[in-house]
């Protein structure tokens, strides 16, 4: 992966249909609140008066219902009557409303009434029960927290995590709030929802280049991007600091490093992470990370190959799983990039329409940019192995081959690679990349 | 009609292959794979679809350039496509209640070869701006609208129409309204109409849950296919110029996939089982009575999932597979780099053999999944209030493997594998058939053009699927009835030169090497309690034509054992045995004697 100084844009966009603040040709910073949506919903519950009613929908006309559309109605009350009338007695038949709420339709032709529900589900206190979800005491709920009194949370957020020998129990917020209490009583976190209102922030400082009606706007800027393989926990930005080191260790983040991200040249060790989460590290970027402390940061196996929660941390992978470390080219960019601020996003989609990770530092650079798209092999090229044997080594193509039987019954295109010790191995092309 | 150019446009390769009729048989004529173009810089599918077309014209020795692709082209030449391109058809599935209206939804569009994003219910214990959210994120390519019973409920299936409007999706390609097709309560479709009017383009058919007890998914599975081919390819780049030159409509590819399994199936007269395993996905297909069951195992496949594998099973799973130690981690680790990393190879023959190690779980895994879904309808009880109804478990499974006589893989991992005993040993430890099962791999990714083939001329489909599903072996696997017998059957194998009397013990996996040229007969007696097909201790006998293929006869007993059963043991042992002395599975073969 590598580092390109360009002019980028990046579309920011509502969830829903809703409102935008910004207009084209806009400055915004990265914390610029782009636009809004606000949803309420009411459920429609449809009456069918003619069963209720017992008669033939077609016999059935406006006089029949004892309510007119936008009256409000409480559950039980009448919305319809029929009565018939024979030489010595008569029969009276009512139809009640389900629910309460306003009346919205009156459709006497098809024998129905719709109610739109006067209950918003969709705001209020939610308990969260952690205790349960983390597999112990209401007691010993506390501390696995991960969060506390007024923090706000994203729908699927990591509220606590607990290992349990081989196994680790996670509780996650069902949607997002705030955080109203802790209820060690009961085991619970309180939520209160929010008002259904969800903004967009612009993510990147530069100029709004176009408006999308209702549902976002592109921003453009000037900036050095780097993509990683692997990212997690969202977006987050901060000044960057370099630790040039093997191994990120604990010791390495000082409060001096709150509100910044975090560059390491080699592994990004389990503890240390969790020392940045404590210290309010918005970002640790690093070659690599052991699968099994990933897995125990999100609380989850990397099974959905897609990264789009809330952790508060955001963490990015520029080489991959295990033990890496950086290209030297890549470590000069970072080290050229130290005290800028940059804009990171720890999302991975690798599917259809693959998302990697990113960092953005935003401003005119001392000419960092990498020249990327080179894919091609051919003699004489640099290419780093991709897999094993000689993964991560970095070498120079000696000889291409069409297809070649590597030992294992596969056939497919292959190379000789010289590696910069002198040594030699025949792999698959598909196992290397090119070095820009 | 002497030529046809079948079309299969991919995610990211575009599949060209051409047949034609030559005295009298049809023959393949040639294979070429270009990158698809429907992406930028060219922005244009027919750029990609002249390069295939172009370059398997020059190994067939005619011009099929963009003359030849072109309206007044070449009359003896008919063109057929299916795709996949952009992730397929991407569908999102809203129905009332979960186990019913939103389950045959489900099927609906897994059957008509969608990927099926996500099923939204009344309750699924989402709020309301978060299913829009969801819905708005998803970028859909079209929408099933289902709910309710006709004369039911009204209210739910509307809330469902008003969250679309909320979201208001668009589709990928082009500005015209996102389909939604309405299959549901007949007596909400005007209110539904009304909901939906000025956000999409509306389809309605058929309810396909008219009644509890009945489910009809063929017309909203035709709409599908229809508005697929109207609606979305017409709008992706290119795909107009394609659909005009097309000689029946385009289909998506995992629906061409199935028209074959099911051609298949009635030529055999049996039940067929089918499996594709992609990178991301693994599919499933059974035909059943000659009913076609599709199911899309989202999150299993050699790549991108190939964590969620991990994840889905024991780690014991995946190591019982392997003939050498491994932890937990180091298989995890293997998976998360496989996964951020798709497009490399295994090398090394460990790599290759915890490759296939992962697929075994893969195929099983989403083999289970499928015995999950094809069952008997759900929500069905005889005097259950809905409240039973809806506890009820999995309906009846309806795939009998005693009763599938082929099983085809696909899927880079086996219609790629070095060698066909590896395919073989890998569909036969991860389906476990039982009885004689003739296993094949569709070696060249041809079946989804046989597919669509079989919209002009079924019958050549059928003969070409003689020649291209390639024979990588056959399995007879006893199923015991009761406490296994010393011997579980006799089996008596005579080929044109060479024959041998065996007998298959519990426990035993023994491989013996057909002969190329000639009919291999089979002769199985089993063992009293002991069903090799024909019943219970009756004799099976059967002709293996000619293959260059392996035949295995399994005595390990069905279940397999697993990280929960007793017997584990002796399996590892017995894998570590066969792939550690047979590191690539240069199986060894029992001993002819001659005849």
Redesign the interface.
């Known amino acids: 992966m590598g580092g390109d100084m360009t002019l980028i844009t990046r579309r920011r966009m509502l969830?829903?249909?809703g409102t935008v603040h910004v207009k084209p040709g806009d400055r915004v910073d990265h914390d610029t609140i782009i636009g809004e949506?606000r949803?309420?919903?009411r459920?429609?519950?449809?009456v069918n008066v003619a069963r209720l009613l017992g008669e033939r929908r077609e016999n059935l006309t406006r006089d029949h219902f004892t309510v007119r559309e936008g009256d409000e109605v409480r559950a039980g009350d009448t919305v319809a009557r029929l009565e018939r009338r024979w030489r010595f007695m008569g029969e009276t038949r009512e139809a009640s409303a389900p629910v309460a709420g306003v009346v919205e339709k009156v459709l006497p032709g098809l024998g129905?009434l719709?109610i739109r529900s006067g209950e918003a589900?969709?705001e209020g206190l939610v308990s969260v029960p952690v205790a349960s979800s983390l597999r112990c005491r209401p007691g010993e709920m506390v501390p696995h927290l991960r969060v506390g009194p007024d923090d706000t949370v994203d729908?699927g957020q990591l509220l606590a995590v607990r290992e349990d020998g081989p196994e680790t129990h996670v509780a996650r917020s069902?949607?997002d709030g705030i955080v109203d209490a802790i209820d060690d009583t009961r085991g619970a976190v309180v939520l209160r929802?929010r008002d259904?209102r969800?903004v967009v922030r612009a993510f990147i400082p530069g100029r709004v280049q176009r408006v999308i009606s209702g549902r976002g706007a592109v921003i453009e800027t000037r900036a050095t991007v780097i993509r990683g393989?692997?990212g997690a926990g969202g977006e987050s930005v901060g000044t960057l600091s370099i630790v040039n080191s093997g191994i990120l260790r604990p010791d390495h983040i000082a409060e001096v490093h709150r509100g910044s991200v975090i560059v390491a040249r080699g592994r990004l060790g389990l503890q240390a992470l969790q020392r940045a989460h404590e210290a309010g590290v918005h970002a640790v970027v690093g070659a690599s990370a052991?699968?099994?402390d990933?897995?125990h940061l999100l609380g989850?196996?990397?099974?959905?190959?897609v990264t789009d929660e809330s952790l508060g941390l955001t963490v990015v992978l520029t080489g991959?799983?295990?033990d890496l470390e950086m290209d030297e080219d890549l470590w000069d960019v970072w080290s050229h990039l130290r005290g800028s601020v940059a804009c990171v996003k720890g999302e991975t989609h690798?599917?259809?329409?693959v998302i990697r990770p990113e960092v953005i530092v935003p401003g005119e650079g001392p000419g960092l940019g990498m020249a990327l798209g080179l894919s091609e092999l051919f003699i004489g090229a640099r290419v780093r192995v991709?897999?094993?044997?000689g993964f991560m080594r970095r070498g120079t193509v000696e000889c291409l081959m069409s297809s070649a039987d590597?030992?294992?019954?596969?056939?497919?295109p292959a190379l000789r690679v010289r590696f910069d010790d002198g040594s030699a191995l025949v792999?698959?092309q598909?196992?290397v990349e090119v070095i820009p | 009609m002497k030529r046809v150019l079948a079309l299969d446009v991919g995610s990211t390769t575009t599949k060209a292959r051409l047949f034609a009729l030559q005295a009298g048989e049809w023959m393949v004529l040639g294979a070429a794979d270009r990158p698809t173009t429907v992406e930028e810089p060219a922005e244009d599918v027919m750029v990609g679809v002249q390069a295939a077309a172009a370059a398997v014209g020059r190994q067939a020795g005619i011009d099929l350039g963009s003359r030849a692709l072109s309206l007044e082209g070449d009359e003896n030449l008919r063109i057929l496509a299916c795709s996949s391109a952009g992730g397929g058809l991407r569908m999102v599935v809203c129905g009332v209640v979960r186990q019913m209206t939103a389950e045959s939804a489900e099927r609906a569009a897994l059957g008509a070869g969608a990927i099926v994003q996500d099923v939204l219910t009344v309750r699924d214990g989402r709020f309301p701006a978060e299913r829009i959210a969801r819905i708005r994120s998803l970028n859909p390519d079209m929408i099933l609208l289902t709910g309710g019973t006709d004369g039911g409920q009204i209210g739910h299936v509307i809330a469902l129409a008003e969250w679309i409007r909320a979201a208001d999706p668009r589709p990928r390609y082009g500005d015209h309204p996102i389909p939604v097709i309405y299959a549901g309560n007949a007596d909400a479709r005007s209110f539904v109409a009304e909901v939906l009017q000025d956000c999409a383009s509306l389809h309605v058919v058929d309810n396909l849950r008219p009644r509890l007890e009945k489910e009809i998914l063929g017309p909203a599975r035709e709409a599908i296919h229809e508005v697929f081919m109207e609606h979305v390819m017409a709008q992706a780049p290119g795909y107009a110029s394609l659909l005009a030159l097309v000689d029946a409509p385009i289909l998506p590819t995992p629906g061409a996939f199935g028209l074959l399994m099911q051609i298949l199936s009635r030529e055999i007269e049996q039940d067929v089982l089918a499996v594709d395993v992609g990178g991301a996905t693994t599919d499933c297909y059974s035909v059943i009575d000659g009913e076609l069951y599709r199911t899309v195992s989202a999150n299993l496949g050699m790549t991108y999932s190939a964590p969620n594998v991990f994840a889905s099973t024991e780690p014991l799973n995946i190591a019982r597979w392997l003939p050498y130690t491994v932890d937990a981690d180091h298989i995890r680790q293997w998976a998360a780099n496989k996964m951020i990393r798709p497009t490399t190879l295994p090398h090394a023959v460990e790599d290759l053999q915890m490759e296939h190690a992962i697929a075994r779980e893969a195929i099983r895994l989403a083999y289970a999944h499928h015995n999950e879904l094809v069952v008997g309808l759900k929500g069905i009880g005889a005097g259950q209030g809905i409240g039973g109804a809806l506890s009820q478990g999995t309906g009846r499974q309806r795939v009998d493997l005693m009763r599938v006589r082929d099983i085809i893989g696909s899927g880079g991992v086996l219609s790629h594998a070095g060698r066909g005993s590896q395919a073989l040993s890998i569909m036969i430890d991860a389906f476990a058939p039982e009885g004689l099962t003739r296993l094949r791999v569709d070696s060249g990714f041809v079946a989804p053009h046989l597919g669509v083939l079989t919209q002009l001329d079924p019958a050549a489909s059928r003969r070409l699927m003689e020649r291209v599903l390639v024979d990588v072996g056959w399995c007879l696997a006893p199923r015991v009835l009761g406490r296994p017998p010393e011997v579980l059957a006799t089996v008596e194998v005579a080929g044109a030169v060479y024959g041998c009397e065996l007998t298959i013990a519990p426990g035993e996996y023994r491989v013996i090497r057909l002969e190329s040229e000639g009919t291999t007969r089979l002769v199985c007696r089993p063992a009293r309690g002991v069903d090799v097909g024909g019943g219970p201790g009756r004799t099976v006998r059967h002709e293996i034509p000619a293959c260059k293929a392996q035949l295995v006869l399994d005595g390990r007993g069905r279940p397999l054992p697993d990280s929960s059963g007793q017997s584990l043991q002796r399996l590892v042992a017995d894998t570590r045995r066969r792939l550690a002395v047979h590191g690539c599975y240069d199986e060894e073969m029992t001993q002819w004697v001659g005849i």
């Open positions: 969830p829903a249909p949506v949803y309420s919903f459920m429609p519950h449809f129905l719709s589900p969709a729908q069902p949607h929802r259904g969800q393989v692997f052991r699968t099994a990933m897995v989850e196996e990397l099974g959905r190959s991959g799983f295990g690798l599917r259809a329409g991709l897999r094993e044997p590597i030992g294992n019954g596969i056939r497919a792999l698959l598909a196992n």
